[in-house]
């Protein structure tokens, strides 16, 4: 599911250093160290842009707000960070990272050339690359020209997968980002509550976690009462019979989502939509089977099949990227791990709309922890007397 990224980032993208210190990040160098070393790499490359930047936020903090930023990080030797932004914005970009050696690579059709000369190779090594196949064809080709002969890439993206397990500061971290993200449901249903339409909804929830200083938000809405949704279109039409909308927003780089709806009054599909996320949550467990969760959500929902914005999944890992991997879909042979965070999702439509009920959960070492669940999709027939202090 894609949702519109926002042109201009805002929100606090300093690096917290109380919440994730200097020794976080060199125990992460360390994990990476032991795979360079099985790999024969003398260094990885390891790049990211504004849309995604999962890998590279993680060794680096650093979260490209426009563009790419690209860290070179050596078997021996300092980091380096390459950001595609001019020389004037360097020492702001510095606030965002622990690497000290900070590069402009603004003008990146040469920019190479000194950034690798610092690995000092006299004979040809090889380079692991993690992100390339992110990266814009004119600069992975002039990033080839000044590799040439001395260095060999070698994708290195499974390996560096594999050795990522979310820390217990991460999981704060995104305990908070959905602390944020229920602030914004939340205020999607009291907008609702007041009759405004979907857009009106989901600007107020926009505004909430803005407000909050989260870094990004993306929403969803439905224009014809579940069946589709689609991005902001400023519109701005009357309140439907059930309103559903998508919201994500990241917060210090921690991203957490949910499915809202809201309706006057629950209707088969919303009670199917409930049921088959009981389901999910009363079989998540440690070595819970993607496939069989699929099939007990799926088995609430029939004869109806997954609504279609969920693109045949029930779920999947979520943190530093809204989509961090392990998609729970009928060919799924991924099995939930303790410590992991999933966001997870049922729904379903018909001719006359559609609901989706969603939760994100912590993966205990014997269990569960619900972090957040949508709100009742007939939370919003009338105001409450006592709503929710987010």
């Not at 990224?5 to 606090?12: H, L």
């Amino acid at each position: 599911m894609r949702t519109v990224q926002p042109s201009i980032m805002i929100g606090s993208y300093a690096w917290d250093q109380d919440r994730v210190p200097r020794d976080e990040f060199q125990s992460r160098l360390r994990e990476l160290n032991r795979v360079m070393d099985a790999k024969g790499l003398k260094a990885m490359l390891v790049y990211g842009d504004a849309a995604e930047h999962s890998v590279l936020a993680w060794f680096s903090n650093f979260i490209p707000r426009l563009r790419w930023g690209m860290a070179l990080l050596p078997r021996a030797g300092e980091p380096r960070l390459l950001i595609s932004m001019s020389s004037r914005d360097v020492p702001a970009m510095k606030l965002m990272t622990w690497i000290p050696d900070v590069l402009s690579g603004w003008t990146w059709e040469s920019a190479f050339d000194p950034w690798l000369a610092r690995l000092h190779a006299d004979d040809p090594i090889e380079i692991g690359s993690v992100g390339f196949d992110l990266m814009r064809p004119p600069l992975l080709r002039s990033l080839e020209k000044s590799l040439g002969n001395r260095f060999r890439l070698r994708q290195a993206d499974a390996d560096v997968a594999a050795m990522r397990a979310l820390r217990p500061r991460e999981r704060s971290q995104l305990r908070g980002a959905a602390d944020v993200m229920h602030a914004a449901a939340e205020a999607f249903m009291q907008a609702a509550r007041k009759g405004l339409g979907a857009e009106a909804a989901a600007l107020e929830a926009e505004r909430t976690a803005r407000l909050l200083a989260a870094q990004d938000v993306r929403t969803l809405v439905s224009f014809d009462n579940g069946r589709a949704l689609a991005p902001f279109r400023g519109v701005f039409a009357p309140a439907s019979e059930t309103l559903v909308g998508y919201i994500a927003v990241k917060d210090r780089g921690y991203w957490a989502d949910c499915f809202v709806t809201a309706a006057a009054a629950p209707s088969d599909l919303h009670r199917r939509a409930r049921a088959g996320l009981d389901a999910l949550l009363a079989a998540a467990r440690p070595g819970a089977e993607g496939a069989k969760l699929h099939a007990l959500a799926l088995a609430q929902l029939h004869p109806l099949s997954l609504h279609p914005v969920l693109s045949n999944g029930v779920g999947r890992r979520i943190g530093l990227s809204l989509n961090e991997g392990g998609e729970l879909t009928p060919a799924s042979r991924h099995t939930l791990k303790p410590g992991d965070i999933y966001s997870l999702h049922v729904g379903a439509r018909d001719e006359s709309g559609g609901a989706v009920a969603s939760a994100m959960i912590a993966i205990t070492e014997r269990s569960t922890e619900i972090l957040h669940r949508s709100p009742d999709a007939s939370s919003a027939a009338t105001p409450a007397a006592n709503p929710p202090t987010p």
